[in-house]
């Protein structure tokens, strides 16, 4: 699962892993027994240090392209529009995030999920 997280001028964050170069929407894998917000908010507060806003969550589709870090491999991602609380900052495997127009991104490495689909359907609004 994935989620795409917008600040107050419509930007979205992105966050790069610690030793690669793709920047993606933060999110992860399911641990045993949890469901989708569960684990979107496990990860969101291990990575990011904030609180995922549970009233906020909005379902945005399923979505498939060739996954960032894994050569040979697809990811298949649930996306969730979040709001989150408190201050971001980055931790664990995360060395850096930041927020960008997904109407006119920068000239940055992109994973294929957030250059393909996350950032089109956020510039739709």
Excluded at 40 to 53: K, P, Y
Excluded at 83 to 88: F, H, K
Aim: aromatic share 4%; with cysteine.
């Amino acid at each position: 699962m994935a989620a795409l997280i917008r600040d107050h001028s419509g930007r979205v964050l992105l966050v790069r892993k610690r030793g690669t170069k793709a920047f993606m929407q933060p999110g992860g894998k399911l641990d045993a027994g949890e469901d989708d917000i569960t684990a979107l908010a496990r990860e969101i507060s291990e990575e990011l240090g904030c609180v995922l806003d549970p009233a906020s969550v909005l379902p945005l589709g399923a979505f498939d392209a060739v996954a960032a870090n894994e050569p040979g491999f697809r990811v298949e991602a649930n996306l969730y529009r979040v709001d989150v609380t408190g201050e971001i900052s980055p931790s664990r495997e995360i060395d850096e995030a930041i927020w960008v127009d997904p109407a006119s991104p920068p000239d940055i490495h992109m994973a294929p999920l957030t250059r393909d689909h996350v950032l089109p359907l956020a510039s739709q609004g």
